[in-house]
């Protein structure tokens, strides 16, 4: 009889317990995505994009202050980081630098520069920030030359506690 009750209780609770929310989320430019170009100086491509391995999974990635990285089975990207990364890059650098920067590889031959991109880190902390290191490269496609080097890190507090 005890056994009865306890199985009684342990299938109300599991039956009490909430499922998570599978949250999914897009990484989308706020900058105009509507232009018109007559001429452009040079035609510049974004080349390879390339993210850590760490992050390179569907679930958004949060640092503990003892260095620990975990990736969230219940808040994710809703397509590869790496796909949205090449968009959202070069939407914001294209609105950035007022001459379109091309996110894809359709028209390459025609390409002067080349933007080659590589994240180091992008995640969360458990102390309220994001942090984001990235390198670039530009290349002279005609003269198969380094133009410029370029590296970046920042962090930065959130808003709000989470991830919405």
Known sequence: MKFLVLLAIVVVAGCTSSVPTLNQYLLRSEASSQFAVEKQSAVVGLGS??????????????????GEVRAARDHQWAEPLRDSLRVFMAQEVSAEAGQVIRAYNIGENDWQRRIDLRIDQLHGTTSGEAKLVA????????????????????????????YD
């Open 135 to 162: 390198y670039w490269q530009v290349f002279d496609t005609d003269e198969r030359t380094v133009i410029s080097e370029n590296g970046f890190s920042e962090t930065q507090p959130l808003s709000a506690d989470g």
């Open 49 to 66: 994009v390339v993210v850590a391995s760490y992050i390179d999974g569907l679930g958004l990635v949060q640092e503990s202050r003892s």
